[in-house]
């Protein structure tokens, strides 16, 4: 990669007077200024992020352009560069340890974990390793619980300028009771979001997740569907389920809901309903959702009436209950 052509694309400029020196100054944060030295190969964070090492602030390596490019992200947002640390040192072992690339503080305490990886081969393999087992992020989050999110990321440069991917795990509640990574893993949800953090819409030391339309669905490749399949039978294990013909049906009624919200959204930039809503869902508003989506399935695909109420039609008839009496049933 041209390393100089991603500090132009990201907003350095030359330095007056030096030779070989590019540096950008954030109004977001007081005119807070990275350098990066050509001459001497390495990368200047300035004196207000802290690093708990120097191994990524030079050109060793093209991942330290992947965690330069991501801080340039985070002071862009408007993140105070006395809250960010680099390489912040974990423990991976009894013996091993390991280095966190970026961790983002809010008030004092792990806001934001960070693993940075080079675009491709390098970033899909650690993804895979989050999906089966929980990768490096969890080791680093089971030591400081405090954290609210945790993301894998990766950028590059490209004709049309700089492109991004990033994979996130909001920290639910019931995950930093888990008194190993192998407990925190089975109590994730599994679940990734895409956004939520550095988009327009989201102020800074926020997270603000947008729902999945149609247009942002991938056909099931055979390694997701095997993921899929084992990633139901650990839940069914987890809650017990052993009867396989209640098994079975719990599926079908799954990916019922699933075809049908697909279908009846088709060309529509329509948030799906089978997906749980960050900030906006609880259990009951949609476990309602869900009810509805069968309903309406079974007569679409299967000409079976289910007898059910829709939350508004519920809400007219009974007008005179009480939310904490209308709990669905499915």
Not at 20 to 46: H, S, W
Not at 200 to 206: D, I, L, Q
Not at 258 to 287: A, C, P
Request: proline fraction near 2%; include cysteine.
């Amino acid at each position: 990669m041209n390393y100089k052509n991603l500090l132009v694309a990201l907003g350095f400029s030359p330095k007056e007077n030096v030779c070989d020196v590019f540096a950008k100054k954030y109004p977001q944060t007081d005119n807070y200024c990275l350098e990066v030295d050509f001459e001497r190969n390495t990368i200047d964070y300035g004196n207000l992020i802290h690093s708990d090492s120097k191994t990524t602030q030079n050109f060793s390596q093209p991942e330290n352009f992947v965690v330069l490019e991501c801080v340039d992200r985070l002071l862009e947002k408007g993140y105070s560069p006395a809250d960010i640390i680099l390489e912040n040192t974990r423990k991976l072992g009894r013996q091993e340890k390991g280095r966190l690339d970026i961790l983002v503080k809010k008030e004092g305490k792990a806001f934001l974990m960070i693993e940075c990886k080079t675009f491709g081969k390098e970033f899909q393999n650690e993804f895979a390793k989050m999906k089966r087992d929980g990768g490096q992020l969890f080791s680093y989050f089971q030591q400081d619980t405090n954290a609210e999110l945790v993301m894998l990321y990766t950028s590059q440069l490209e004709e049309k300028g700089i492109t991004f991917e990033n994979q996130i795990i909001k920290i639910e509640e019931d995950y930093r009771q888990a008194g190993s990574v192998a407990e925190l893993y089975e109590r994730w949800n599994k679940l990734f979001s895409n956004n939520g953090v550095f988009e327009a819409w989201v102020k800074p030391y926020c997270y603000t997740n947008k729902a999945l339309t149609i247009k942002d669905l991938t056909e099931i490749k055979q390694e997701d569907s095997s993921f899929i399949f084992n990633s139901f039978l650990e839940i069914l294990r987890h809650n017990v389920v052993s009867d396989k013909g209640n098994a079975f049906n719990r599926i079908f009624t799954l990916f019922l809901c699933k075809i049908y919200d697909e279908k009846v959204n088709e060309d529509t930039d329509n948030e799906l309903d089978f997906q749980w809503r960050e900030g906006i869902d609880d259990h009951r508003s949609f476990q309602l959702r869900l009810t509805d989506l069968y309903k309406n399935g079974m007569y679409e695909f299967l000409e079976k009436v289910v007898t059910d109420f829709s939350e508004t039609e519920f809400n007219n008839k009974f007008p005179f209950l009480t939310d904490t009496q209308r709990t669905p049933i499915l």
